[in-house]
Nanobody
Framework: QVQLVESGGGLVQAGGSLRLSCAASGRTFSLYAMGWFRQAPGKEREFVTT????????YYSDSVKGRFTISRDNAKNTVYLQMNSLKPEDTAVYYCAAGSGGSWLPKSTSEYAYWGQGTQVTVSS
């Protein structure tokens, strides 16, 4: 089992920045690809970004590429999401997730085995 706890969400004006953190406990964190997803009201959960277990590879959705950066510190069992140039359309609950091990850079919800409870990000215009 892996337990994930997100933090760092909040209210920010358009153009601002936020840094989300996801602290993991349980099984060896460093063995898992990690990802961030988000879900806006009335919409499906969507992929944001993922990072391989050694942090050597990352992948971003087109909607956040160039604005968001994922990173991880395996010594601290933590993955981060730095969000810059935020837009109102980035408003959502953000979830971190640990991959099930079947994919190097998992991009779909079905490829993730463990999920955090989510943290709200609200971007005002």
């Amino acid at each position: 089992q892996v337990q994930l706890v997100e933090s760092g969400g909040g209210l920010v004006q358009a153009g601002g920045s936020l840094r989300l953190s996801c602290a993991a406990s349980g099984r060896t964190f460093s063995l898992y690809a990690m990802g961030w997803f988000r879900q806006a009201p009335g919409k499906e959960r969507e992929f944001v970004t993922t990072i391989s277990w050694r942090a050597g590879s990352t992948y971003y959705s087109d909607s956040v590429k160039g604005r968001f950066t994922i990173s991880r510190d395996n010594a601290k069992n933590t993955v981060y999401l730095q969000m810059n140039s935020l837009k109102p359309e980035d408003t959502a609950v953000y979830y971190c997730a640990a991959g099930s091990g079947g994919s190097w850079l998992p991009k779909s919800t079905s490829e993730y085995a463990y999920w955090g409870q989510g943290t709200q990000v609200t971007v005002s215009s």
